[in-house]
């Protein structure tokens, strides 16, 4: 059952100032879009995420992988990062994308060139986190860049600028834009004590043969 515009567009502005609420965003910097069919709702440009309402979503008439532009009845300009949700929807297939600035997040993708495996928890996003190279905001290249990165995973750093997550649902892609700050959090402060000790390609085959078998992840 499709929702009704005003479920997708307050979904989707709840789904912003969450993120706000966590500590991700901060002002006018992170987006968040949902697809519905053939239409992707969207925050607007320049709006403040931590104050963001139904009329700050952006309905933008596009199929998965299209240009995409506001359709005619539209309030305020998508945001600049429009080619960027669109191309990873098209890429994953996920109904939700999520982009932040999120300070550890950022902290690790100015640093390393891959958010490494410390903890099993991570293997819920895919595995090690790659930091896509860094462009312009807005553009084709870290639009593209961030598509190849985000191959395989749900999660990816952009290199100087932040990291974007994706999902099934607005929820799971917030939950996973957590998990990625709390992951950079851990790295970070793993490395104040010392070298991090990463676990091995061996010891993720084995979290994820428990994970399976135990039904790790998912709900009840």
Not at 90 to 98: C, K, N, R, S
Not at 174 to 195: I, K, M, N, T, Y
């Amino acid at each position: 059952m499709v929702k009704a515009t005003d479920t997708v567009r307050a979904d989707v502005a709840a789904a912003a100032r969450r993120l706000a609420a966590e500590g991700l965003v901060v002002g006018t910097g992170g987006n968040v879009s949902l697809a519905v069919g053939g239409t992707t709702w969207v925050t607007a440009s320049g709006i403040d995420l931590a104050e963001c309402a139904s009329g700050d979503v952006v309905a933008v008439d596009a199929p998965a992988g299209g240009e995409g532009e506001a359709s005619s009845d539209a309030v305020g300009t998508p945001t600049s990062e429009l080619a960027l949700h669109l191309g990873v929807r098209a890429d994953t297939g996920a109904a939700a994308v999520v982009h932040v600035h999120a300070p550890f997040s950022t902290a690790v993708a100015c640093v390393l060139e891959e958010l490494p495996v410390l903890h099993y928890q991570q293997l819920l996003l895919g595995g090690a986190i790659r930091v896509a190279p860094y462009a312009t905001f807005g553009t084709p290249e870290l639009a593209a860049s961030v598509r190849e990165a985000l191959a395989g995973r749900s999660g990816v750093l952009m290199a100087n600028h932040g990291a974007v997550t994706i999902g099934d649902s607005l929820d799971q892609a917030v939950e996973r834009a957590v998990l990625l700050e709390w992951l950079a959090a851990l790295h970070h402060r793993a490395s104040v004590l010392g070298p991090p000790r990463l676990l091995t390609e061996e010891q993720q085959a084995d979290v994820i043969r428990a994970a399976l078998a135990r039904g790790y992840g998912g709900t009840r």
